[in-house]
């Protein structure tokens, strides 16, 4: 075997010394789709009402903070508001030189101070105005836009941004509370989700394929070990011995809980107890990895739903590399009736060299899956006459995540108004029915949002507070109505008292932001930027509510 | 309708959207509670102190100067690194090798307008009593679990039942990765951060032997050169975690233990993270713990909604998830609790293994202890004759020291107070 080892040290780069603590995260891959992408934060869009220059945005910026520290590419601010004082007591990228200047000139300056990595654009007008370029919007990978907004402005952006496929955050940050959506393209597949490293354990030990099984047998008799090798064979080899030992003798291999804790018990009988330790580490972990992995390979509903989506089925010459490469491990499961082998061994006590020659039977073995895979594709590439060429470590990875890989059929921003299909009023319904329930404040949100609605959208209205007493009780009946649309059951009395709450609430602050929340919502829309941005980790599908006052956060696919 | 309140800061207007909230009842608040200007000047004139000016501290510090509060106090040891960057924004690439608390304090002063931070250069043990004593409520953004212990005891100690204002709230954060949590304590009253120490268990440690002898990994290899091959060939240079050239010398001493045993995947980040123990670190993390625990300060300090009772935690991995909880007090907690806490201990193991063994037990995590039951000394650490007159009984089993369910106490240099645990033999 070629082992290969670097002949001279390279410390790492200062990019990489700056990074670091992230780069342990989401790994060179996910940084260079950070640099990669351009982030577009739409901030205001005129007025809330008499005596405000629009949202203050300060969730926007703050989320905008949080990816510029990391690094992304670029970030494009639209805002046509003018900084207030009432900007400098709530938003840090502002300062007293910037009053009466361009928010957005004024944001993205101090923003762009926090990395010199990082490039920043700033429009002082409408986003309405801009989407008229028609190369606009598709020069960003992600659009973030603060609420409350009017309909006229967000349907049309949300819509174009479905069209090109970028993911859209709508949030709100609203005194003490803070609610957002996610609209994600319709099918948003992740290979790389991180699952717990506990629960990607993938031994095989019920079926073990040829060289493993010999592994096993090549042991010979543990008995006539001395006390040294005994308590030095890994565990893994370990269970295959015992297994094939119960196999013999019960006819077939222990398959429910009963049985296999008599085979624990068979295989705790084994151990040495009449050495100086009074046991042997090697088979204490054979007895605890008992119930967690012999169990035979299943596959995971949610893949089987990926491999039966049409996407999966019917390939294209266009098909997204992920669904030839999905397609291809779909053929290799009704071919041997098990996913590509991860290939990773968890450390266990043994000696080195047996240590790792049993690793490299796991890496071997998932190397030749790997290959298997790719000839598959190889083939499938040429029958679709694609131009390109999947990279084998892409494929590689793949086989690696295989039994945790994802699609998120996503959604559009959740929205309660005349539009909204019965399966989110559905939805909402039931998160309403829920004892301390937080759909509430998203239900005092979209009544805000029909209130700045109402005030930007109607001239008569516009000289109107957006705490107007008369708005909010005309659109609150109007969003409750809308609730017993499909399901005329009257809302219950605490689902009642839980919207009326979370509008006190909400008012509070008449349409202002609490820094503190503001932030919290900039991390958490910073944190599912990023990882929609870097395709690794899930992200949220699709509303995430959070109440300040009572320090708990909710999640609903509304 | 509200009449216009005015804080302390004169700027008129700057604070509208926090004083129309100051100034309304909400839902959740309490009945008892009058919003309104008493509410703002009770915000503006409390002292709150910050210990620790790093990610989340950073966030801490502009959280409170934009939550109203006017005088601030920080406390870090720490100076700026570049691996600092990537999440705390109050430092530049030109600041790099300046105290953080410095730096931190002054760049917040300068942006919001008002407020007073006065930072602290130094170890949160260098101060007394007496400084604690001045603050309303402490907040905490650390990444020692020693130091959160250090500050929860001695809280816990100033708390004098006579004298409500001895009685200082602990808001606590903390984060690794895309994880973190906040927590309430009230210092005697509510489960402290000792009541929680099983929560936050020690990451396992590699047996010295398979370090030694039976390395399999390419951390079992890093850890060989960094505990074991430094000892053997530069006993006399003092380790230091943050010198590029010590770090490359245990990378390179490591590659070749790795060559030796056909060991894959040693790298230079991967010695740099088991040397200096890194845990991963993000700006958007920070943000929401920070802003959490800030979220705690304010409404502890004004009443304006109820505050966190007393844990929450947040993951971000899969979705946005957190769970609110409340932790629960633990009336054998060494710290705040009455009773010692019961330890399963196996009576064959010797005084010497058991010692070891505290360093990595969950609920103990002591790494210099010294034991002693009620007649007599077990081990002593210090003075040097004590140590050398009870290291015989290092080698003797726990089951010839004490008697089956025997209270011990246990000091450690870290910690100001005795913790009591009561052994059972297994």
Redesign the interface.
Known sequence: MA?S??AT????T?K??????????WAATGQQALEDARVLLVNSDGPLGSSSTGV?GVAGV?AL??LV???IGGFTIVDPATV???D???N?FL??ESLGKSRADETCRLLR????DVQGYSYSKSISDLLTDPDFLSRHKLVIISGPTKRSTLEPLCQKAQELEIPVLYVHSL??CATFSLQLPTEFPIVE??PDPESTQDLRLLNPWPELAAAAESLGDLEAMDDHQHG?VPYTLLLLRFLSQWKQTHGAMPDNYKEKSAFREFVRSNARTKNAEGGEENFDEAVAAVLKTISPFSLRSSIREIFEMQQCQQLTTNSADFWVIASAIRTFYNAHGVLPLPGSLP???????D??ALQNIYKAKARKDVEEVTATIRQLESQLGRTTTILDREVEVFCKNAAHIKVVRGRGIAQTNEDTDAVTLKALRSGLAMPESLASIFIACQIIDAVVDEIQSKPAQNQLSVDDEGLWVAQKERILALLTRDDPTPLDEEAQESI???I??IR???G??????A??A???V???S??VLTRQ?????NT?V?D??????E?YRF | MATAVIGSSG????????Y??LS?P???SDEDWVPGQGTINTLESSKILVIGAGGLGC?IL??LA??GFKDIHVIDMDTID??N???Q?LF??ADIGKPKAEVAAAFVEK???GVNITPYVGKIQDKDEDYYMQFKIIICGLDSIEARRWINSTLVGMVDFENPESLKPLIDGGTE??KGQ?RVILPTLSSCIECQLDMHAPRPAVPLC?IAT????PQHCIEWAHQIAWQEKRKDDTFDSDD?EH??WV??EA?QR??H????GVT??MT??VVKN???????????????T???V?KIATSC????DNY?MYA???????Y?FEAEKKEDCPVCGNLARKMDVDANMTLGEFIESLGEKAEAQLKKPSLRTEERTLYQRFPPQLEEHTRPNLRLKLGELVENGQEIAVSDPAYTIDFRYRLHFK
């Open positions: 082992d080892f670097p040290i390279s410390g790492p200062s990489e010394r700056k990074y670091d603590r992230q780069l342990r995260l203050t703050e903070k949080n520290l990391p690094g207030t004082e009432a400098l007591g709530v840090f300062e007293e101070e926090l990395n010199p005194g003490f989700t991180h030095h450390d266990m006590k043994a000696q080195s060299a240590y790792v009326d709450n979370a006190q609430e509070r602050a008449e202002g932001e609490l820094h503190n929340i932030s919290l900039g991390g958490l910073a944190q599912e990023l990882k980790y899930v992200p949220l599908d995430c959070f300040g006052a009572r320090s708990r956060s999640m | 700027y008129k207007g700057r604070w509208n959207h926090l129309k909230v309304k909400g839902p959740f966030e502009k959280n934009l939550s570049i691996s960057l990537n999440r924004f530049r690439q942006r919001v307008k990765g895309f906040a398979t039976i390395p399999r990994q590029m770090i490359s990378y390179n590659l790795a060559q045993f056909h060991i894959h230079f980040q740099q993270g890194i845990i991963p670190a993000i700006a958007s993390t920070n943000a929401v713990i920070a802003a959490s800030t979220s705690e304010l909604n109820p505050y966190l929450m971000g991995e899969e979705g946005v998830y957190t609110t």
